[in-house]
């Protein structure tokens, strides 16, 4: 059983920055891929940002691209999200979760997840 826990979300102006944290239960970062979700209301839950148990590789969504940074740190058991740039588009719930082996856009392969932390982007 993997316990994951998020942290950072509160509110921000556009163009600004937040950083999210995830603080996940010991040996969880030995055999599971991380990712960031969000869900905003009346709309899906999407894939955000992917992280490899090694933390050597990592994928985005392309309206995150370039704006958001996911990293680790094993010895923390920890996964981080830094968010620059911000559009009220990215105004949503968002949430860490943890996968055996590889990440995965679909939601539906994610065995652990957070809570959800809010973040909302105003002008």
């Known amino acids: 059983q993997v316990q994951l826990l998020e942290s950072g979300g509160g509110l921000a102006h556009t163009g600004g920055s937040l950083r999210l944290s995830c603080a996940a239960s010991?040996?969880?970062?030995?055999?599971?891929?991380m990712a960031w979700f969000r869900q905003a209301p009346e709309r899906e839950r999407e894939f955000v940002a992917g992280i490899s148990i090694s933390g050597g590789s990592s994928y985005y969504a392309d309206s995150v691209k370039g704006r958001f940074t996911i990293s680790s740190d094993n010895a923390k058991n920890a996964v981080f999200l830094q968010m620059t740039s911000l559009k009220s588009d990215d105004t949503a719930v968002y949430y860490c979760?943890?996968?055996?082996?590889?990440?995965?856009?679909?939601?539906?392969?994610?065995?652990?997840w957070g809570q959800g932390t809010q973040v909302t982007v105003s002008s």
């Open positions: 010991e040996g969880a970062f030995t055999n599971y891929a």
């Open positions: 979760a943890a996968k055996r082996y590889t990440w995965h856009m679909d939601p539906t392969r994610y065995a652990f």
